[in-house]
Antibody, heavy 120, light 107 residues
Framework: QVQLQESGPGLVKPSETLSLTCAVS?????????WGWIRQPPGKGLEWIGS???????YYNPSLKSRVTISVDTSKNQFSLKLSSVTAADTAVYYC?????????????WGQGTLVTVSS | EIVLTQSPATLSLSPGERATLSCGAS???????LAWYQQKPGLAPRLLIY???SRATGIPDRFSGSGSGTDFTLTISRLEPEDFAVYYC????????FGGGTKVEIK
C-alpha cells in the first residue's frame, strides 16, 4: 500500500521560505510516476503547485513558478517543496500526492496534508 | 491556462436521489484528460474518475463520468449517506488545474 506523509514547520513568518518534505512508503520513487504538491487554503479549493519525476524533471504551476522549487531524494524515497517569499495568502493545507500519468495526470495516492500558517 | 467552472456550487439532495454535477472548461480538454475527486471534511481528496469516464480502483459503480471537449459530468446514480461531500474536477490535458468544487449536501 502506497503511503505518503508530509512533514515540516506549521508556522512560517512572512517573507521567509516554506519547506516541506513528503516521505513515501510502499513504493519506490525510482520506479516511476511523477510526484506532486497540491495546496488548499482554509475553506477554499485545490491548487496544484508542481510535480517532479525521480530523474529530477519538474513541472510547476505558472502562477507560482518564480517562488517554487521541488526536489527529490531517491536514497531517502522522499521529495520536497520550497516556497519562497511567503505571505498570508500562502496559508493552506499542503498535500503531497502520486501522479498516475507518465507526465502530468491525476493523483491516486495522497498524504493526509499538513497545515502551514504564515504569520509573524 | 484552462479554467474549470463547476456548477452548481451547492446541490441539496436526499439519500437515494440522483446527483448530476457539471464541470465546464474554458477551452477543450485534450484527450478527455479530466478527473473527479471527492473530499470530506478534514480529509485528503479521493480520486473517483479519470480520463473523464474511467472509475478509479475501488470506486462503486454508482459513480460515473461522461463528457468531452469542454463539458463534463459526474453522476451519482443513487446517493448514499457517505456520498455527501465536496467534489472537484481536474484537467491534465494542458498543465494541471482544478475546478472550484461542488458541495453535495443533505436536503
Amino acid at each position: 500500500q502506497v503511503q505518503l506523509q508530509e512533514s515540516g514547520p506549521g508556522l512560517v513568518k512572512p517573507s521567509e521560505t516554506l519547506s516541506l518534505t513528503c516521505a513515501v512508503s510502499g513504493y519506490s520513487i525510482s520506479s516511476g510516476y511523477y510526484w506532486g504538491w497540491i495546496r488548499q487554503p482554509p475553506g477554499k479549493g485545490l491548487e496544484w503547485i508542481g510535480s517532479i519525476y525521480h530523474s529530477g524533471s519538474t513541472y510547476y504551476n505558472p502562477s507560482l513558478k518564480s517562488r517554487v522549487t521541488i526536489s527529490v531524494d531517491t536514497s531517502k524515497n522522499q521529495f520536497s517543496l520550497k516556497l519562497s517569499s511567503v505571505t498570508a495568502a500562502d496559508t493552506a493545507v499542503y498535500y503531497c500526492a502520486r501522479d498516475t500519468a507518465a507526465v502530468l495526470g491525476n493523483f491516486d495516492y495522497w498524504g493526509q496534508g499538513t497545515l502551514v500558517t504564515v504569520s509573524s | 491556462e484552462i479554467v474549470l467552472t463547476q456548477s452548481p456550487a451547492t446541490l441539496s439532495l436526499s439519500p437515494g436521489e440522483r446527483a448530476t454535477l457539471s464541470c465546464g472548461a474554458s477551452q477543450s480538454v485534450s484527450s478527455s484528460y479530466l478527473a473527479w475527486y471527492q473530499q470530506k471534511p478534514g480529509l485528503a481528496p479521493r480520486l473517483l474518475i479519470y480520463d473523464a469516464s474511467s472509475r478509479a480502483t475501488g470506486i462503486p459503480d454508482r459513480f460515473s463520468g461522461s463528457g468531452s471537449g469542454t463539458d463534463f459530468t459526474l453522476t451519482i446514480s443513487r446517493l448514499e449517506p457517505e456520498d455527501f461531500a465536496v467534489y472537484y474536477c481536474q484537467q491534465y490535458g494542458s498543465s494541471l488545474t482544478f475546478g472550484g468544487g461542488t458541495k453535495v449536501e443533505i436536503k
